[in-house]
């Protein structure tokens, strides 16, 4: 059953599947995957100065950044390129680890995908993502150099990704786009740079990285299959990357993780994943959701070709009509849209109410198209 109202895409699953890709990532495409969960945060304290540093979204609604980016602050910000997210609440902190978390109500930021900092090595590539002296979401490549503990007993990830005004509280990212870390603190001269490692950080709000390791990889498909069927749709994804990295030509792994990503708004990773599934089987449920992806995008000319493709093998699936009237009504397409929506209230009468409404604003826009 495949519906998306209006603007938005609501779709039900039919076969899904399972977890994380295994291959790494180029540069371009770790920033490609994280650009949508790394923000700006601002802090204005009491006497009207302005702190500046950076933030991960870790979760709907809640951003993680270090507690000295924050520390006098009267009143908070978020911004994200021309986005800007004034309700924001300090939700928790712990001030000698350095980590704040904050809530808002915006859900359009991409939670990231977090990896285990428990299983970095010395000399593993990293890259980290924030904002140095206000250039807004640049990307720095480095290595893990080390494990230290300071002071105050705090486990801190020694790396060469710099550090510099505005940066502090970014990502940090393993070769998948993963965040291991939070960006904290840096000394310039000696190249000496730090991370607050994530499962530290993941521990202080009840998310522990405790994804369980299994010698036989099918258990992580199995397992991520479970994740989508609960609707814990990042534990499917990191599943099932796991278990594509042994397993690299199952398409219907890449189905369920395209699945669980186009559940949570990573669009285009899911279109790479039904992409793969398509070079291996065309099938109408991955022209579907691609096209769904596409939509949510604002692509709707990619949309429309997919959702023909879809109708091509299942001619009568009503849902498919449906979102293809919304493609076509996006391009102007007024009278294929009347169409497409007439068709699906034929095969589901239960659409008539709604679409009849959808159906006079498609022919009163034509009409001034013609008039025009």
């Known amino acids: 059953?495949?519906?998306?109202?209006?603007?938005?895409?609501?779709?039900?699953?039919?076969?899904?599947?399972?977890?994380?890709?295994?291959?790494?990532?180029?540069?371009?495409?770790?920033?490609e995957k994280v650009d949508n969960s790394v923000v700006v945060i601002i802090a204005y304290d009491n006497l009207g100065n302005v702190f500046q540093g950076s933030g991960v979204v870790i979760n709907d609604g809640m951003i993680v950044t270090n507690h000295h980016v924050c520390k006098d602050a009267a009143?908070?910000?978020?911004?994200?390129?021309?986005k800007e997210i004034k309700n924001v609440q300090v939700h928790k902190y712990d001030e000698l680890k350095d980590i704040l978390f904050l809530k808002t109500d915006d859900r359009t930021l991409t939670p990231i995908t977090y990896g285990n900092s428990g299983n970095l090595k010395a000399g593993?590539?990293?890259?980290?993502?924030?904002?140095?002296?206000?250039?807004?979401?640049?990307?720095s490549e480095g290595i893990v150099s080390g494990f230290r503990t300071d002071e105050n007993n705090v486990k801190l990830v020694q790396m060469t990704c710099p550090?510099?005004?505005g940066s502090s509280g970014g990502a940090v990212l393993n070769s998948k786009g993963e965040l291991i870390g939070l960006s904290v603190s840096g000394q310039h001269e000696g190249a000496l740079y730090f991370a607050i490692p994530v499962n530290d950080i993941l521990a202080m709000i009840g998310m522990e990285n405790s994804y369980t390791e299994y010698t036989d990889p099918v258990q992580y498909y199995e397992i991520g299959t479970q994740a989508n069927d609960n609707?814990?749709?990042?534990?499917?994804?990191?599943?099932?990357?796991?278990?594509?990295?042994?397993?690299?030509g199952d398409a219907t792994a890449y189905y369920k993780r395209g699945y669980a990503r186009f559940k949570l708004k990573e669009y285009k990773q899911a279109i790479s994943d039904f992409s793969t599934v398509l070079e291996k089987s065309e099938t109408s449920e991955s022209f579907f959701y691609r096209g769904n992806c596409y939509?949510?995008?604002?692509?709707?000319?990619?949309?429309?070709?997919?959702?023909?493709?879809?109708?091509?093998?299942?001619?009568?699936?009503?849902?498919?009509?449906?979102?293809?009237?919304?493609?076509?009504?996006?391009?102007?397409?007024?009278?294929?849209s009347i169409a497409d929506w007439q068709k699906a209230v034929e095969l589901n009468p239960e659409y008539e109410s709604e679409l009849s409404v959808k159906i006079k604003i498609a022919q009163d826009e034509l009409n001034n198209k013609k008039i025009n």
């Open 295 to 336: 939509y949510s995008l604002k692509d709707y000319k990619n949309a429309l070709t997919d959702y023909t493709k879809a109708l091509q093998q299942e001619p009568d699936n009503y849902d498919i009509f449906y979102n293809r009237g919304y493609a076509n009504f996006r391009l102007k397409n007024y009278s294929e």
């Open 124 to 139: 593993q590539r990293i890259y980290a993502v924030g904002s140095p002296e206000g250039y807004e979401n640049s990307i």
């Open 163 to 165: 550090i510099t005004d």
């Open 75 to 82: 009143r908070i910000e978020v911004k994200h390129y021309s």
């Open 1 to 31: 059953h495949y519906i998306f109202p209006l603007l938005f895409i609501l779709v039900c699953v039919r076969a899904l599947g399972q977890q994380i890709s295994a291959d790494e990532l180029t540069p371009d495409k770790i920033y």
């Open 231 to 248: 609707k814990n749709y990042k534990d499917a994804e990191v599943y099932f990357s796991k278990y594509l990295e042994k397993f690299s």
